[in-house]
């Protein structure tokens, strides 16, 4: 018998509902939570995830607004939209989609957005209250892989877990939210001389790469969680992750659990980002109109 499958599609819809509901909840006494989604350039991956984002945002409630720039976009112009965002109260979150064209430095511009709207987690500040363990924004995907692991019913206290990947978007928050579950965690990533010897002890793994075939059969133990965070494309040009799937399913056995790719981490992503808007709208109704950092702190998914 394989293992069982985490439906992400399936938890998505669940989640959505309640999101849907707090958004109506704070539209009913005020303004709806409010998502400002900025494209620069035409790379049409982006276009997809971004298009996914605003629909996702009318279908439960919330108030998009989509603003598309040419790739020729100076990065001064780019400053000055975000801070007129920043101020602008009926904002609730603020996202510049990512990659940005050469000229533009990411960075510059994350730290930009006012931390209290950084509903990507993608800030300083963002990443020292995770690692402090202080409540707030939190990374969508990684927060989705959480709820991913948690749907299993599977208590993460003194399981040993593993991240294939360290960067800054998805391996090391993963790390860091894996810990405060009072997991112990070993982060692996390329310079890791065996990853398998790793894995293979492993609770849980999350694979975390974009690259093809990372985690093979022969590298994990029956009874384990998997969570694939890698979107890659087969020889046939069809969607898969960084996990061998059928072999893996296979060998974790009827007691293992495993996400597809795709309609397993895809959909959190965007069900997480609308509940940190949700979560930043809250905050602010609750500072009475304008969002303070205390109030941000004291809301945690």
């Known amino acids: 018998m394989t293992a069982q499958l985490i439906d992400g599609t399936a938890l998505s819809r669940r989640l959505r509902a309640e999101i849907g509901r707090r958004a109506g909840d704070l539209g009913a006494h005020g303004p709806r939570p409010g998502l400002a989604v900025i494209l620069v350039g035409d790379d049409p991956a982006s276009a997809v995830y971004v298009r996914n984002k605003v629909k996702a945002c009318a279908e439960h409630g919330l108030r998009s607004v989509l603003e598309t720039y040419p790739g020729t976009l100076a990065e001064a112009q780019l400053l000055e939209r975000i801070a007129a965002l920043n101020a602008d109260a009926s904002i609730h979150g603020i996202l510049v989609q990512m990659p940005l064209p050469r000229h533009i430095d990411p960075h510059r ?3 930009a957005i006012d931390p209290r709207k950084d509903v990507d987690g993608y800030s300083v500040l963002s990443a020292g209250e995770l690692l402090t363990g202080l409540p707030g924004l939190r990374p969508c995907t990684p ?3 959480m709820a991913l692991i948690e749907s299993t019913g599977v208590d993460l206290r003194g399981r040993h877990a593993v991240v294939i990947g360290r960067s800054n978007t998805v391996g090391k928050p993963m790390a860091l939210l894996l810990l405060q ?3 112990t965690v070993t982060v692996c990533h390329s310079a890791t001389p065996d990853i ?11 694979a975390a790469v ?9 590298m994990v133990k029956p009874g384990a969680i998997v969570i694939d965070v890698g979107i890659n494309r087969d020889e046939q040009g069809r969607l898969c992750g960084d996990v061998d799937f059928d072999p893996v399913r296979e060998r974790l056995g009827p007691d293992g659990w495993i996400t597809p790719v795709p309609g397993g981490v895809g959909p959190m992503t965007i069900t997480m980002l609308l509940a940190n808007t949700v979560q930043a709208a809250e905050a602010a109704a609750a500072a009475g109109g304008g969002a303070d950092p205390a109030s941000v702190a004291s809301l945690s998914h």
């Open 143 to 145: 927060l989705g892989c």
């Open 109 to 111: 511009v994350i730290e």
């Open 196 to 206: 398998g010897r790793h894995t293979r002890e492993a609770d849980v793994v999350v």
């Open 210 to 218: 974009g690259r093809r075939r990372t985690l093979l059969a022969d």
């Open 181 to 183: 579950a009072h997991a």
